[in-house]
């Protein structure tokens, strides 16, 4: 597959019209827009900046900030010269965010001022919010600067996973890799219309590969510094949002706010595209209600195998529920270590995968084999084709003797007309080994007891999946790519059962 761009950092096309909106940059009250023609002289000049520094090809060359304008015109403008971007996840630990420059030998810093505070000492850096001669402003001269060609394998990025089971890993990217990942997705002009919304953190890689995406099409994008439900719906009706790609959770949110759903106009939505995590049917139901003029579709990525896995079926077959789609190619997927050949581990090999995990051998091993990427994500096939995600390999756990996969009972607990939303993780016990305890954010104005959710899932499941806990909260906890924290709820449920804590009944202000 030949590409149209040489650098992964120059996803434009400049016979286009470069005038058009490329950004609404909602992190001041007033709205600032940047055309796309700034934006790309924005990137030319860090890309002269940090070549003025004598800095060697390859360099990685971090961003530690929340999502504004800059941010994109940094990450395109480091590697557009040749340098490794590095968007680091401001929502970890100070010392985690030291092993993270440290580890990927980062030499050079992009933070703004809420950041700032956790850069350790010792690295060179410009700050975005600094007004004085020595910020971003003062230094970072917009112009021209002759993209650097990128060579076959060449290392563009690096994304660290969020570390919830150990130390992040890095996982490298190369030019190639997501340069294909965006042809495989067919971007193209022919989206150069659309209006975008882009809330989830830019260190992740789906709100960051729809950054690409967007600019790949010469498309516009209303980016917020982070997600706010009301904010949200608000830019949505505000600037006429046509499509989204978001997380599963944070539309659950949305959900939440019936007046603005009631009092604003989202006729203007026409696809609305998640991933990243799991989704109900009861959940879907709920958000195609809210969104009836939008097509809803949910699809599946991963950091290391890229977003370019499943598309629309070749025979043009309608998607059932629930599905993430036919594989864009039927030969890069397999399906292995389960009961049949329609269920199991999903492997990928495809143009999209990472080089390696930066500085682990043991770790890049244990996930590539014979040139496919084990994934740990648990798929059914049905007779058309199509995939769905059935859990994490690791999040499947063993009650007395049964396998469980919390997103199971999660989707049937979302059936239930009180609940909302479900959260189901293992708590330890003596007889059974681990058993299932839930998590329920319920719909306002519903109650429910404990019993009462026992009783439902004992008639619509299996005995053996029913929760034998529920705690009743206002929210689930979200981990920083804007998914639930599960780690967290474990713990939670573990410090539950050692004070006799869990609910009996919903009380009125759990479900507010």
């Known amino acids: 597959m030949s590409f149209r761009w040489k650098n992964l950092g120059d996803l434009v096309d400049r016979s286009l019209d470069l005038d058009r909106p490329a950004i609404i940059d909602l992190r001041t009250a007033e709205p600032r827009v940047w055309t796309h023609r700034e934006i790309d002289r924005l990137a030319n000049g860090v890309a002269s900046h940090l070549t003025g520094l004598g800095l060697a090809r390859g360099t990685t060359v971090a961003i530690l900030s929340l999502n504004r304008a800059e941010y994109i015109a940094t990450y395109f403008g480091i590697i557009r010269a040749g340098f490794v971007a590095l968007p680091v996840n401001t929502k970890q630990p100070a010392e985690t965010i030291d092993f993270v420059l440290r580890d990927s030998d980062t030499k050079f810093v992009f933070v703004d001022a809420a950041s700032r505070p956790l850069l350790p000492e010792g690295f060179a850096f410009l700050d975005f919010d600094d007004a004085g001669p020595e910020g971003f402003a003062a230094r970072i001269v917009p112009g021209e600067f002759e993209t650097v060609e990128a060579q076959p394998g060449e290392l563009g990025q690096i994304l660290y996973t969020s570390g919830s089971t150990g130390r992040p890993k890095g996982v490298e990217l190369s030019h190639d890799s997501q340069l294909w990942a965006l042809a495989a997705k067919g971007v193209s002009a022919d989206s150069c219309n659309e209006v975008y919304i882009i809330a989830q953190p830019l260190f992740h890689m789906n709100g960051l590969f729809g950054a690409k ?27 006429g949002v046509t499509a989204v790609t978001a997380v599963p959770t944070m539309f659950a949110r949305l959900l939440r706010e019936p007046d603005l759903l009631a009092a604003n106009d989202y006729s203007k939505l026409k696809r609305l595209a998640l991933a990243s995590a799991p989704i109900t049917r009861a959940m879907a139901d709920k958000i195609e209600a809210a969104f009836p003029h939008a097509q809803l579709t949910h699809g599946y990525g991963t950091t290391e195998a890229g977003p370019s896995v499943f598309g629309p079926h070749p025979d043009g077959k309608t998607p059932p529920p629930l599905t993430i789609g036919y594989p864009i190619d039927p030969s890069m997927v397999k399906l292995v270590d389960g009961p049949s050949d329609d269920e199991g581990v999903l492997l990928m090999r495809n143009p999209a995968l990472m080089t390696r995990y930066r500085g682990m051998p043991e770790k890049t091993a244990s996930v590539m084999r014979d040139g496919w990427y084990y994934s740990g994500d648990v798929m059914r096939r049905d007779e058309d084709g199509f995939y769905y995600f059935i859990g994490r390999a690791d999040d499947m756990f063993v009650c007395g003797g049964e396998n469980i996969y919390p997103g199971d009972v999660e989707k049937m607990l979302e059936t239930h007309p009180a609940v909302r939303q479900a959260a189901v993780v293992p708590l330890a016990d003596e007889e059974r080994g681990q058993m299932p305890v839930a998590f329920l954010v319920l719909a306002d104005g519903k109650s429910a007891t404990t019993e009462d959710i026992k009783a439902y899932a004992l008639r619509n499941g299996p005995t053996y999946q029913h929760p034998r806990r529920v705690s009743f909260v206002a929210d689930l906890p979200w981990a920083g790519t804007n998914k639930i924290d599960r780690a967290a709820l474990i713990r939670q449920a573990k410090e539950l059962e050692a004070g006799n804590g869990w609910s009996v009944s919903s009380t009125a202000e759990a479900a507010e």
């Open 213 to 239: 995406s967007i600019f790949a099409s010469n498309a516009s994008v209303v980016l917020m510094p982070g997600f706010d439900s009301r904010r949200y719906l608000q830019a949505m009706a505000d600037h």
